[in-house]
């Protein structure tokens, strides 16, 4: 009778799972139970009694997970499961214990379970597979626990997992793919740092990596074919484990390699061609329309003839002997090439004559590139990223005021859309070029969390494939996508205040409320805000500003408090406003009312008439003083005395009128405080309660509480003269939780209802 999981069905029956006694079913047709439990005699039959999981999918099947016992699929036509278990092979059910199960965006199952990660089950080929595409960064982990899958109404789904609490998955990253080497599968990467990209003649893709040789990977069947020479008797197989570039050539290749120099790859054959020196180190590969190939090595620039097979420093190379490694070739307008080395910048000019460009002088150079407007663009390690004209460079900067130079940019390319896509060590950006203010604005920034790989990108191991799909290399793989087709996350994120805290105590507040508080109590003052955006909650941005003290916006990125100290009385409203992960502001925000006010001895009133009386005193003594010395002897005692007690009377007078003028301004600055009490009231004039009541019995003749219900209910009354303002508005204005005891005392004190008056007034 343990039951573990429910479920209704599309048919209105009832799926029961239990602990121990399997599966039932309940029809409440026939109000009939019918029990599905293990038969070790009958493969037809449940795998397990202990019930884990129940799904129903769009086509009616019901899924049931068994702990410890794999998977079924229940056919409602004839009544039979299959079973699904964890065998060897790599198709296979990943877990015997599944949790939880869900359809996604394609109609794949989604399959949480122990110790199993995410696995995808796929209807038409009745097979298993990783979350992720074969060889992928898997995000969860393959040893991760998942107890429970949510779909959300945008698509997302939130994951509870044991090694990570809740994750969101969304369809957004899936657009980006990421391939790495998995030592499990011979069909996969063979090294993940990956030195050059190419596309083939074919649509294929060729990769170098740095220890794994070359690589040739099919985007249709996403499988690899390694080219590396395991031993001599490979002939086909490339001698070098590094290829640092490549350059095709009809349907042949170009390879440059670490140590065995040019090698041309034709015909499934491997020619190897020596630079004929110790150094035998091909960094970078350019060749002309007119046939001249030139050659980057690690001791500077070669011209290389393909019909004898020789390699030539031109002489005007010569007095550039400290040129360097040789980084990237580029072509510039008319017959101009670019050359980027450790060292600088050179220009080689149709005349053959070489110039070093000063801008650029003992500076390497990472990255060349030439955009559709033929702008050059020049990434260098000191510089950032800079525009060329030819003869002077301008910077680029971010918007955001993060400049360039501060980031170390290896690769640009420009999308058929004319979007700039730029990677840098904090990841990719997607930028647009403002040429008017020579700026490049970033329109989204994408990581690891976006499904890039972890780690930086290589340089110059980028390209744009025919077909418009982007390819970048890095430390732990590759990855590819079509910038077209990403999709971003449109939806302006929620803003809650999460805490608000006064010398570091939690305040209670109301949505719609204001926080009112004593100027003592707010020296400090912290709020705690976020967005509810969980795509990628820590790309989530904020911004926000206290009026009447901020005279603009601070921006704090992900950093979700603002802190304020020592504020002047007055009233304040705090803003918050807050993107999503791909930038998108809730410009509305949301907003606390904050009014902050002093103690009735703080108060300029209070203060001004102090200093009267003080002032009054000291005048009436020193008159008292002058007189007793110039009329002591004509004048008797006892009129002396009687003058004292005047002045004793006038001074006693004024204290009251002031101690009663403070206890009004008291109760109206709290008139909209439903919590506020006599012991407040108290603590604010500096009296005990018996003192409270007795000046005020005195002074009014009438008790506290009465007094205090005088002011709210005349406050009240000028409030619904306005006739702005409805009974319930006035009521919480002016301090009454109850709406109905309100109308009875202001029906009590003016002997009318509040709703009457209105209505009497109006006439």
């Known amino acids: 009778?343990?039951?573990?999981?429910?479920?209704?069905?599309?048919?209105?029956?009832?799926?029961?799972?239990?602990?121990?006694?399997?599966?039932?079913?309940?029809?409440?047709?026939?109000?009939?139970?019918?029990?599905?439990?293990?038969?070790?005699?009958?493969?037809?039959?449940?795998?397990?009694?202990?019930?884990?999981?129940?799904?129903?999918?769009?086509?009616?099947?019901?899924?049931?997970?068994?702990?410890?016992?794999?998977?079924?699929?229940?056919?409602?036509?004839?009544?039979?499961?299959?079973?699904?278990?964890?065998?060897?092979?790599?198709?296979?059910?990943?877990?015997?214990?599944?949790?939880?199960?869900?359809?996604?965006?394609?109609?794949?199952?989604?399959?949480?379970?122990?110790?199993?990660?995410?696995?995808?089950?796929?209807?038409?080929?009745?097979?298993?597979?990783?979350?992720?595409?074969?060889?992928?960064?898997?995000?969860?982990?393959?040893?991760?626990?998942?107890?429970?899958?949510?779909?959300?109404?945008?698509?997302?789904?939130?994951?509870?997992?044991?090694?990570?609490?809740?994750?969101?998955?969304?369809?957004?990253?899936?657009?980006?793919?990421?391939?790495?080497?998995?030592?499990?599968?011979?069909?996969?990467?063979?090294?993940?740092?990956?030195?050059?990209?190419?596309?083939?003649?074919?649509?294929?893709?060729?990769?170098?990596?740095?220890?794994?040789?070359?690589?040739?990977?099919?985007?249709?069947?996403?499988?690899?074919?390694?080219?590396?020479?395991?031993?001599?008797?490979?002939?086909?197989?490339?001698?070098?484990?590094?290829?640092?570039?490549?350059?095709?050539?009809?349907?042949?290749?170009?390879?440059?390699?670490?140590?065995?120099?040019?090698?041309?790859?034709?015909?499934?054959?491997?020619?190897?061609?020596?630079?004929?020196?110790?150094?035998?180190?091909?960094?970078?590969?350019?060749?002309?329309?007119?046939?001249?190939?030139?050659?980057?090595?690690?001791?500077?620039?070669?011209?290389?003839?393909?019909?004898?097979?020789?390699?030539?420093?031109?002489?005007?190379?010569?007095?550039?002997?400290?040129?360097?490694?040789?980084?990237?070739?580029?072509?510039?307008?008319?017959?101009?090439?670019?050359?980027?080395?450790?060292?600088?910048?050179?220009?080689?000019?149709?005349?053959?004559?070489?110039?070093?460009?000063?801008?650029?002088?003992?500076?390497?150079?990472?990255?060349?590139?030439?955009?559709?407007?033929?702008?050059?663009?020049?990434?260098?390690?000191?510089?950032?990223?800079?525009?060329?004209?030819?003869?002077?460079?301008?910077?680029?900067?971010?918007?955001?005021?993060?400049?360039?130079?501060?980031?170390?940019?290896?690769?640009?390319?420009?999308?058929?859309?004319?979007?700039?896509?730029?990677?840098?060590?904090?990841?990719?950006?997607?930028?647009?070029?403002?040429?008017?203010?020579?700026?490049?604005?970033?329109?989204?920034?994408?990581d690891g969390n976006d499904g890039l790989q972890p780690s930086s990108f290589n340089e110059n191991a980028a390209t744009i494939t025919k077909n418009g799909e982007i390819i970048l290399g890095g430390l732990e793989g590759f990855n590819i996508f079509d910038p077209v087709q990403l999709e971003f996350n449109p939806n302006p994120p929620p803003v809650v205040f999460t805490s608000v805290k006064a010398n570091g105590k939690d305040l209670k507040y109301e949505k719609s409320s204001s926080i009112n508080l004593k100027l003592k109590e707010a020296s400090s003052i912290d709020f705690s805000f976020a967005a509810l955006n969980f795509i990628h909650s820590n790309k989530n941005q904020y911004a926000y500003k206290l009026e009447n003290y901020d005279n603009k916006w601070h921006y704090s990125k992900n950093e979700n408090r603002a802190s304020y100290g020592n504020l002047d009385p007055g009233s304040y409203t705090f803003r918050v406003k807050a993107s999503n992960n791909d930038g998108i502001w809730n410009d509305h925000g949301i907003t606390l009312n904050l009014n902050i006010y002093q103690s009735f001895w703080q108060s300029p009133i209070f203060q001004g008439v102090g200093i009267s009386i003080l002032l009054l005193i000291g005048i009436s003594f020193f008159y008292i003083e002058k007189q007793k010395r110039q009329k002591v002897a004509t004048y008797p005692n006892s009129e002396l005395l009687n003058s004292s007690a005047s002045l004793e009377e006038l001074i006693q007078k004024s204290e009251e009128e002031l101690f009663l003028e403070n206890a009004i301004l008291i109760v109206q600055q709290n008139l909209a405080n439903h919590d506020f009490s006599i012991n407040d009231m108290c603590t604010e004039l500096g009296v005990s309660r018996a003192q409270l009541f007795r000046k005020i019995k005195k002074l009014t003749g009438e008790p506290v509480a009465d007094f205090i219900k005088g002011i709210r209910l005349s406050k009240a009354k000028r409030l619904l003269v306005k006739g702005s303002f409805s009974v319930g508005e006035v009521a919480d204005a002016t301090g009454f939780k109850s709406h109905s005891h309100f109308s009875r005392l202001f029906k009590d004190k003016f002997g009318t209802s509040p709703s009457a008056f209105i209505k009497n007034n109006k006439a």
Not at 42 to 51: A, D, E, K, V
Not at 436 to 443: N, S
Request: aromatic share 12%; net charge negative.
């Open 1 to 446: 009778n343990v039951v573990t999981k429910i479920l209704e069905d599309s048919q209105y029956q009832m799926w029961i799972g239990t602990a121990f006694s399997g599966l039932n079913l309940f029809n409440p047709k026939d109000e009939i139970f019918h029990r599905f439990q293990y038969d070790s005699q009958n493969i037809s039959t449940i795998s397990g009694n202990n019930i884990s999981s129940l799904y129903e999918d769009a086509m009616g099947n019901i899924w049931v997970g068994a702990q410890n016992k794999g998977l079924n699929k229940y056919n409602q036509k004839n009544g039979n499961f299959t079973r699904y278990q964890k065998e060897e092979k790599s198709i296979s059910l990943p877990s015997n214990t599944v949790y939880s199960i869900i359809e996604d965006e394609e109609g794949n199952l989604m399959l949480g379970g122990m110790n199993g990660g995410i696995s995808l089950y796929n209807y038409y080929t009745d097979n298993f597979s990783r979350y992720d595409t074969e060889g992928n960064y898997n995000p969860f982990g393959s040893k991760a626990s998942v107890y429970c899958h949510y779909k959300l109404n945008t698509g997302e789904v939130a994951i509870a997992t044991s090694n990570g609490g809740i994750k969101i998955q969304n369809h957004y990253t899936k657009d980006i793919k990421l391939f790495q080497h998995n030592p499990e599968n011979s069909n996969s990467l063979s090294m993940n740092n990956i030195s050059a990209i190419a596309e083939g003649e074919n649509g294929e893709i060729w990769l170098g990596t740095l220890g794994g040789g070359l690589n040739r990977f099919d985007s249709e069947t996403e499988k690899f074919q390694n080219y590396q020479q395991i031993d001599e008797l490979q002939k086909h197989y490339l001698k070098d484990k590094t290829v640092n570039w490549i350059l095709p050539e009809g349907g042949n290749l170009w390879l440059g390699t670490l140590e065995n120099g040019l090698v041309l790859f034709k015909n499934g054959q491997f020619k190897y061609f020596d630079l004929g020196s110790d150094h035998n180190t091909v960094t970078a590969l350019f060749k002309e329309e007119n046939g001249n190939f030139w050659i980057g090595t690690d001791l500077g620039i070669y011209l290389f003839d393909e019909s004898t097979g020789i390699f030539q420093r031109p002489a005007a190379l010569e007095k550039f002997s400290d040129m360097g490694m040789v980084e990237i070739i580029k072509k510039g307008d008319g017959n101009t090439i670019w050359i980027g080395t450790e060292t600088g910048l050179y220009k080689v000019e149709e005349d053959s004559e070489i110039k070093k460009i000063e801008p650029y002088k003992k500076n390497r150079i990472n990255n060349i590139f030439k955009d559709r407007n033929g702008n050059l663009w020049i990434s260098s390690l000191n510089n950032g990223l800079s525009i060329f004209d030819g003869n002077t460079s301008i910077p680029i900067s971010i918007l955001d005021g993060k400049s360039f130079f501060e980031e170390i940019v290896s690769n640009i390319l420009e999308d058929s859309e004319g979007f700039y896509w730029v990677t840098c060590s904090k990841g990719l950006l997607k930028c647009k070029l403002n040429e008017l203010k020579h700026k490049l604005e970033i329109l989204k920034k994408f």
